[in-house]
């Protein structure tokens, strides 16, 4: 099978070097690489390096947003945790630990926050008297509603230069990488 030329209209978008993007700081990195030791492969050093730097700037992006609530992203967690839980929107401390990958004692740090500010309600278990159980109050489900839209538009501002479906073709990439990287 021989490659179409860069200027045929069956080459694929992504092939044709007029619509390479610009080079970027991991190109001249891993071209220094090439340079000192041509014999490795640097394409995973390319592609976890602009995951890291991608998640840093949208996650440093996002604290900011979030901040505009009186939040942080670990607080956003938290009471987005208890909204996707349904009615009534309660979890106990080690339930919520678990799902967000919390020691308790980081978790009650988050906890004693967020009641402070009226967003959640710590009150006893009515199935175990020395358990408590932490609800989302309207006040924090309010509050969430709107922070989860604007974290959201920090995300879609992030992937405005790729259409539907490269958006869709990227994330069924990285679950499969995620996967794979997860079994090892």
């Known amino acids: 099978m021989t490659t179409p030329a860069p200027d045929s209209p069956d080459l694929p978008a992504a092939q044709d070097p007029a619509n390479a993007p610009d080079p970027d700081p991991l190109d001249r ?31 440093d992006q996002m604290e900011k947003e979030y901040g505009r609530f009186g939040i942080s992203r670990g607080e956003f967690d938290v009471l987005a945790t208890l909204r996707r839980a349904g009615e009534p929107h309660t979890l106990s401390p080690r339930e919520l630990s678990s799902t967000l990958l919390l020691t308790t004692g980081g978790m009650t740090g988050r906890l004693d926050k967020l009641e402070r500010a009226g967003l959640v309600e710590r009150s006893p278990d009515p199935h175990d008297r020395r358990g408590l159980r932490v609800t989302l109050t309207e006040r924090g489900l309010a509050l969430l509603h709107e922070a989860v839209g604007a974290g959201l538009a920090v995300q879609k501002a992030a992937l405005g230069a790729m259409d539907d479906e490269q958006a869709a073709q990227l994330s069924d990439l990285l679950r499969q990488l995620l996967s794979s990287s997860e079994q090892h």
């Open 29 to 59: 990195i891993t071209a220094q690489w090439n340079e000192v030791r041509p014999d490795l492969d640097t394409v995973p050093m390319a592609i976890f390096g602009r995951i890291y730097r991608i998640a840093r700037a949208v996650g």
